[in-house]
Nanobody
């Protein structure tokens, strides 16, 4: 079992930055691939970024490539998402997920946090 808690969301102007964190409890964090997804009201959960357990490989959605950076600290059982050059279209609830392998579909993840709201004003 892995429990996940996201934090770091908020209101920011376009062009600004935010850093999201996802704190995990349980002793198996380091064995899981981790991902960030986002969702707007009425929309499907959308892939943002994912990282292998070892941090050797990261993958990004085209819409965030070059602006967002996913990272993890296994010693602290924490996942991060550094978001720079934010745009109004990045506004969404951001969720972290834990799974067995890196994947771009939300259905491949076994555990989810409750989400954190990110709002980017124009």
């Amino acid at each position: 079992q892995v429990q996940l808690v996201e934090s770091g969301g908020g209101l920011v102007q376009a062009g600004g930055s935010l850093r999201l964190s996802c704190a995990a409890s349980g002793r198996t964090f380091s064995r899981h691939a981790m991902g960030w997804f986002r969702q707007v009201p009425g929309g499907e959960r959308e892939f943002v970024a994912t990282i292998t357990w070892s941090s050797n490989n990261t993958y990004y959605a085209d819409s965030v490539k070059g602006r967002f950076t996913i990272s993890r600290d296994n010693a602290k059982s924490t996942l991060y998402l550094q978001m720079n050059s934010l745009k109004p279209e990045d506004t969404a609830i951001y969720y972290c997920g834990a799974g067995t392998v890196v994947a771009e579909h939300w259905g491949s993840y076994d555990y989810w946090g409750q989400g954190t709201q990110v709002t980017v004003s124009s």
